[in-house]
């Protein structure tokens, strides 16, 4: 069994602390938005795929996009580091029969998790096997302000996880 690695990133300033171990790894932002937590669970490393858990530490709801529809599916997205290169990982442009914004409510404790597969055929570019060894890995959950995401109340802000080795 892949070791399952964990990162955790709090979203309340631009305030960094670093903990961790061999086997989780944590990194804390504190971000004046409100308190969103993401962690990310690498279970697979060929192909990559794991699950990003979005977490309410606040003491009130918050809203997150449903994945599902164009606002979910662009909401989450990686960076690999590939032998010193950077490349952002973004999933491939879908074809909705219906695409309409829908969100999460997250109460006081909620949880909402996302699962992935960077190697299904709908993110792009793909972290090739031979690559693997070579690479670190950072999840994103960006909300970008927008009329749909006013009109739906949804949190808005960027969490960015620490960079863990694949392999």
Do not use: C
């Not at 699950?51 to 709801?61: A, P, Y």
Request: hydrophobic share 40%; net charge neutral.
């Amino acid at each position: 069994m892949k070791s399952v690695h964990r990162i955790t990133a709090i979203a309340l300033s631009l305030v960094l602390l670093t903990l961790g171990s061999v086997e989780e790894k944590r990194l804390e932002a504190v971000v004046s938005t409100g308190s969103l937590e993401l962690s990310v669970e690498i279970s697979s490393t060929a192909p990559v795929g794991g699950k990003v858990v979005l977490v309410n530490r606040g003491s009130s709801e918050i809203r997150v996009w449903r994945a599902g529809n164009s606002w979910g599916d662009e909401a989450l997205s990686f960076v690999a580091i590939i032998a010193g290169r950077k490349q952002h990982i973004i999933r491939k442009p879908q074809t909705y029969t219906r695409n309409v914004p829908a969100s999460v409510t997250l109460p006081r404790e909620g949880k909402y998790e996302i699962p992935f597969e960077l190697g299904d055929g709908s993110w792009e570019p793909v972290i090739k096997e031979s690559d693997v060894s070579d690479t670190q890995l950072e999840a994103m959950y960006r909300i970008v302000k927008s009329n749909e995401s006013e009109t739906h109340h949804v949190w808005i802000g960027e969490i960015h996880s620490e960079r863990i080795r694949l392999r």
